[in-house]
């Protein structure tokens, strides 16, 4: 299994997997060689998403990771906040550590580039996983939804 930093060739492969996961409303409004088209220009659009992908003689899994800078403070002029997104593996292939192997590459992609914390917003099935992962809640995180 190789887990690599997707380039604009896996475009396809991270709309199918964004497809496959999306829910049967939203896959019915758009083809997955449309979405694609969609998710290409978008992606050129937005260099603080990297997407990265576990291939394994095909993408079976993917997690997006957007870093976002921080304001900076005396002596430190680079700080980054990073939260990882759209993890999803097929299902054929779960179970076996796909994800969690996602997970941890964006994590030290993520610390690479200096930032100080990694998020995570998470179903209630993964946060076991996450959690083996170093993952922890957080007092001081807070969420406000729309409405």
């Known amino acids: 299994m190789d887990i690599r930093i997707a380039d604009q060739a896996d475009v396809k492969h991270l ?31 937005n260099p603080a998403h990297v997407a990265f992908v ?41 179970g076996r550590g ?14 690479d580039l200096g930032a100080g914390h990694v998020t995570v917003h998470s179903g209630r099935r993964a946060v076991p996983v996450y959690e083996r992962l170093g993952f922890a809640s957080s007092r001081q995180l807070l969420q406000k939804e729309s409405r």
Not at 15 to 42: H, M, Y
Not at 77 to 93: G, K, M
């Open 15 to 45: 709309a199918r997997l964004l497809w496959l996961n999306a829910t049967p409303e939203q896959r019915a409004s758009q083809s997955v060689e449309e979405f694609a088209a969609d998710l290409d220009t978008w992606w050129a659009g």
């Open 98 to 111: 796909v994800g969690s192997a996602l997970v941890q590459a964006a994590a030290d992609h993520a610390f």
């Open 54 to 94: 576990a291939d394994e003689n095909e993408v079976v899994g993917m997690a997006w990771l957007a870093t976002v800078p921080r304001v900076p403070r005396p002596g430190v002029t680079t700080r980054r906040s990073a939260d990882i997104q759209s993890v999803f593996v097929v299902p054929e292939q779960r």
